[in-house]
Structures are given as structure tokens and as C-alpha cells.
T-cell receptor
């Protein structure tokens, strides 16, 4: 079955702009999680959506937001971009019914550069 | 401060050598996963361990979950250049939290 698809793969923005990233999970998966990956901080959890509802949220400012649609596709938005927002943004899907295990399937990521 | 501490941060070895990577935390996890990430790609799941003291083998890779479910190790036997990558551990309790990773380079 098709994997997790993220678009766009690369983008360049300037400070103060806003950006929207998209993620299509594996067919049948109802949970989508977003992570920010930087060389200094590693993978940082942003939020998780399950059945169109935010189920968990990490410690990021309100400039970072997301949503999930009825077909499980998800978008994340970053407003008023800062230089420090430059990172690889990874989307991961899972069935959502993980019990104790929580295995994630990642997309290839969207690399954002803020100038 | 990372919830999960991985060591070493960087590791460069010759083909054929053995190595062990560690993942430690003060938190108890219901499960722990190991992922490998190659440049330009997302992390790929290698293994999930659930039971304290559990040992899983995947070809030349051996994974162990600590008895208290707070730590884990990954041992690679006879490393090959194809093992090169970023190895990430992740602990799960309602959501997944990752360590900063161990960047492994295996030289031919």
C-alpha cells in the first residue's frame, strides 16, 4: 500500500511569512503526528490528530497549528515564521489504535528554510 | 533536556566491528521503538519492545529493553557500510518521544 506522502518536499520562506504543509497518511490510518527535526534538538513532537481531533500536543508556541480532515489527511501551519523554524518537518501515520506500542510510519518530510 | 538520552552521539567504526548504542530515561515507557533514518528520508521502524527484559534479534541487530522499561540498547554485530545512518530510540506513553539519535558511520 502507498506510504505517507508529504508536500511540498522543499520550500523557502522569509521571516514573518506563514507556511502550510500537507500530509496524506497510509490508507486506513486514522492518526497523524507531526514532528520538527533540527540538528540541535533532534525530533520534537508537535501534535497528534486522530479522527479530526487533536489528541496530544507538544511544547510549541501557538504559531504552530494543525488540523485533520475527514479523509485523515492533515495539514500543519506555521505563522509569523522565525529563522529558528528552519527544520525538517516530519509527518507520521499510525492506525491510532496502538495499545501499548505506538508504531509510526514516517513520510520523507518537508524541509523548510526561513531566510 | 531530552526525555530520552542516547549515547554516543556520534560513532565512526570500521566494517566488521561490533558496537552498542544506548538509550536511557528516567521515565517508564509502555513500549520503546528503534528507528533508523537515512539522509533525505524519514525514520523507518526497526523494532518495538514491550516487555521489561525483552530481547529481540533482527539479523545482526540485537535490541534489549531494560527490566524497569526505562532504557534500551541496540547492539550491531559485524557492522557493514549499509548500517550507516541515524539511529533513534523512541518511548511511547500516549504519544511518542524521541531521543536525539546516534549518528553511525561504518567505513569500508
Amino acid at each position: 500500500k502507498a506510504g505517507v506522502t508529504q508536500t511540498p518536499r522543499y520550500l523557502i520562506k522569509t521571516r514573518g511569512q506563514q507556511v502550510t504543509l500537507s500530509c496524506s497518511p497510509i490508507s486506513g490510518h486514522r492518526s497523524v503526528s507531526w514532528y520538527q527535526q533540527t540538528p540541535g534538538q533532534g525530533l520534537q513532537f508537535l501534535f497528534e490528530y486522530f479522527s479530526e481531533t487533536q489528541r496530544n500536543k507538544g511544547n510549541f508556541p501557538g504559531r504552530f497549528s494543525g488540523r485533520q480532515f475527514s479523509n485523515s489527511r492533515s495539514e500543519m501551519n506555521v505563522s509569523t515564521l522565525e529563522l529558528g523554524d528552519s527544520a525538517l518537518y516530519l509527518c507520521a501515520s499510525s492506525s491510532g489504535f496502538t495499545g501499548r506500542t505506538g508504531e509510526l510510519f514516517f513520510g520523507e518530510g518537508s524541509r523548510l528554510t526561513v531566510l | 533536556t531530552q526525555l530520552l538520552e542516547q549515547s554516543p552521539q556520534f560513532l565512526s567504526i570500521q566494517e566488521g566491528e561490533n558496537l552498542t548504542v544506548y538509550c536511557n530515561s528516567s521515565s517508564v515507557f509502555s513500549s520503546l521503538q528503534w528507528y533508523r533514518q537515512e539522509p533525505g528520508e524519514g525514520p523507518v521502524l526497526l523494532v518495538t519492545v514491550v516487555t521489561g527484559g525483552e530481547v529481540k534479534k533482527l539479523k545482526r541487530l540485537t535490541f534489549q529493553f531494560g527490566d524497569a522499561r526505562k532504557d534500551s540498547s541496540l547492539h550491531i554485530t559485524a557492522a557493514q557500510p549499509g548500517d550507516t545512518g541515524l539511529y533513534l530510540c523512541a518511548g511511547y506513553n500516549n504519544d511518542m518521544r524521541f531521543g536525539a539519535g546516534t549518528r553511525l558511520t561504518v567505513k569500508p
